[in-house]
């Protein structure tokens, strides 16, 4: 799978993350760390949010999403893959050897480091 290109792979990928993360409920804040690994751009952003109230995937009220999965999240054993490498992690932007990526329909999302493919999944708490 490659990196989403255009505007609409972007959103779809993004919407889909949303759908997959683990937490039931999180800050606006917390939302928008998992959506910059995708996109940084806010008018993107903003439509990302709309198009993920408008399909069921999240209600917003305030700055706080509740994520409306039907429990759905990302299975670690076959969505997510670990290759060895020289990369940089989407995250944080540390220097990584192993990059963990994100097998997701609309497509794939990393490089991440250990730690941070587990909060962009939303596994682990801020």
Do not use: N
């Amino acid at each position: 799978m490659s990196e989403p290109v255009t505007r609409s792979e972007k959103l779809e990928l993004a919407v889909e993350l949303l759908a997959h993360l683990e937490r039931e409920e999180l800050a606006l804040p917390e939302a928008m760390d998992r959506i910059e690994t995708v996109t940084t751009d806010p008018t993107l952003t903003r439509e990302i949010l709309d198009t993920a109230e408008k399909r069921g995937v999240i209600d917003r009220e305030d700055a706080r999403l509740r994520i409306r999965r039907g429990g759905t999240h990302v299975e670690y054993g076959s969505q997510v893959v670990a290759r060895e490498g020289d990369f940089e992690c989407r995250r944080c932007g540390a220097g990584i050897t192993t990059g963990h990526f994100v097998r997701l329909e609309a497509g794939e999302l990393g490089p991440f480091g250990s730690s941070c493919v587990r909060k962009v999944t939303g596994r682990d708490a801020e």
